[in-house]
């Protein structure tokens, strides 16, 4: 792109690294048992985190220093590698509570569902920018997208990982609002995307079970239940201020998943709803500063572009929080930034970087 560089948005940077000192605060306090317990070593997640930090920031700079422009160059190509990557864990990738998500390399893990999120969102933004005066049209300017969102999400059910799914399909949608779809096409995709939702439930019995749980987790609390009502627990027990940093009850192996999907819930009961709701701000200071990127840049594909990588941060958080909160079925869905989980802050921190490169060339900060 044309145009002398200005310097990155520091809002979006400030709060980024803010989120991340408070993961990295958060894991150690909501894994340090468990990692006692089961490797001998209380700091064992925060040195894994930690590492995951260091790349990540790393991976951030180097992001935030080339001409974003590469990527519709590349689009194509990384849609294609992460499809690749997507069909070869179901052949040979790590199997975890029922679900083959991780490809082991040996001396780490890789998760190619993080890879497609910011894959999907570069080619969305490359066709959405390059077609959007059809967009306008149902047949010629969404369905080949949608066709594209369809096969992307497929793979990713036969995992099965709906969440992540519903995570991908969420933020392209976002991106059709951004890039000019019709009202009536947008609802339409809606309804269907909806029915696909509840379909992928009642087909399967563990989803199922699941979201019966959600509507009444009080029905079975020993089980379906139980780690819904876990988590309302530790939220309820923080009350406004919390019971202090380090001080959560709910960790001591009463809540499932205290320092990946459930660490929000831990970090309310130690630091109530003040610091909960601190966190929430914090995202939501994202959203707005990433939105004002978008509607400053001279571009039409570094719009979509920030419009994508703010909404895939967004949108992950909302289910992540809903999910905690009671609000939303139970999924394997992490809280950005602040979750324990090498893959998700990588590529979560690159698309950070990519947002901040965008920034450089606004007409305004």
């Known amino acids: 792109m044309n145009g002398r560089r200005g310097s990155p948005d520091f809002v979006i940077m400030a709060v980024s690294l803010i989120l991340l000192t408070i993961g990295l605060i958060m894991v150690f306090s909501a894994s340090a048992v468990t990692a006692y317990l089961d490797y001998g070593d209380s700091f064992y997640f925060l040195k894994r985190q930690l590492f995951s930090a260091g790349v990540a920031v790393a991976v951030m700079i180097l992001a935030m220093n080339f001409d974003f422009m590469y990527l519709k160059r590349l689009a194509n190509l990384l849609l294609i590698g992460s499809l690749f990557l997507l069909m070869l864990v179901l052949i040979i990738g790590t199997v975890s509570h029922g679900s083959s998500r991780w490809l082991d390399l040996g001396f780490r893990s890789v998760q190619p569902s993080e890879i497609v999120k910011l894959s999907m969102v570069v080619f969305m933004a490359k066709s959405l920018s390059e077609n959007r005066s059809k967009m306008e049209y149902l047949w010629v300017g969404m369905m080949p997208n949608l066709a594209v969102l369809g096969v992307v999400c497929g793979l990713i059910l036969l995992q099965p990982d709906l969440g992540t799914a519903v995570c991908i399909a969420g933020t392209v949608y976002c991106m059709f609002i951004a890039a000019g779809s019709k009202f009536r096409h947008l609802a339409l995709l809606a309804g269907a995307g909806i029915g696909l939702v509840v379909l992928a439930i009642v087909l399967s019995p563990y989803r199922m079970e699941r979201f019966t749980a959600f509507w009444n987790p009080w029905a079975d609390p020993s089980d379906t239940g139980y780690q819904t009502i876990q988590s309302l627990l530790a939220l309820g027990s923080g009350g406004l201020v919390g019971m202090g940093l380090g001080q959560s009850r709910q960790k001591f192996f009463y809540l499932p998943e205290r320092h990946t999907d459930f660490i929000y ?21 994202l959203l707005w500063r990433g939105f004002k990127v978008a509607l400053t840049i001279q571009d039409s594909f570094g719009s979509l572009l920030a419009v994508g990588v703010t909404c895939m941060i967004i949108v992950q958080m909302v289910i992540n929080v809903g999910v905690v909160t009671g609000t939303l079925p139970v999924t394997g869905i992490t809280l950005p930034f602040v979750s324990y989980g090498g893959s998700s802050l990588v590529f979560v921190m690159l698309g950070v970087g990519i947002l901040l490169n965008i920034s450089r060339y606004t007409s305004s900060k």
């Open 265 to 285: 819930a831990i970090l309310g009961e130690e630091l109530g709803f003040i610091g909960a709701a601190l966190v929430l701000l914090l995202f939501f200071v």
